[in-house]
């Protein structure tokens, strides 16, 4: 996956200053960072909405093009797939790959035998408190 969000990447850098009369990613260019977030917000509520509606093939659409939505905001923010990656490594070594990130620090998940990387842990919600 990750080559492909590569690749996506660097076509929206190749085409951010093409003529935004003929290029969708050159008018979000043109338009800036408020329009290109209006617009990964927009694709993230329509994937949520077409999940909970049970439309595979519309999260499957809404999805690439939430992807193609966050590579020209993160283009304009100077963010590289390979920073989010890392950070993704980063968390996983903390909680393991299938959670996010508390709001309080937690401990790091100390690797098993049998993982490289640590397990895939599950956290209590209920013992997480929300800052005040």
Same mark, same amino acid.
């Given at each position: ?15 951010? @200053?093409?003529?935004? =009369?003929?290029? %969708?990613?050159? %008018?979000? *260019?043109? %338009? ?24 595979? @093939? ?8 939430? *992807? ?7 283009? =304009? ?20 790959? =299938? ?5 309080? =620090? ?17 956290? @209590?919600?209920? %013992? ?5």
């Amino acid at each position: 996956m990750s080559d492909s969000l590569e690749r996506l990447y660097q076509a929206v850098i190749a085409a951010r @200053d093409l003529d935004p =009369a003929t290029s %969708r990613t050159a %008018r979000l *260019f043109q %338009r800036g960072p408020s329009k290109m977030a209006k617009k990964v917000a927009e694709e993230a509520i329509e994937v949520a909405i077409d999940a909970v509606s049970g439309k595979t @093939d519309a999260v499957v659409r809404e999805s690439a093009d939430l *992807f193609y939505n966050l590579a020209v905001l993160w283009a =304009a923010a100077g963010v590289r797939p390979e920073d989010v990656w890392a950070e993704m490594d980063r968390r996983e070594r903390m909680l393991g790959i =299938a959670e996010k990130l508390p709001k309080t =620090a937690a401990k790091p998940v100390k690797p098993s035998a049998r993982s490289v990387r640590g397990p895939i842990v599950a956290l @209590d919600a209920h %013992r997480l408190r929300k800052r005040r």
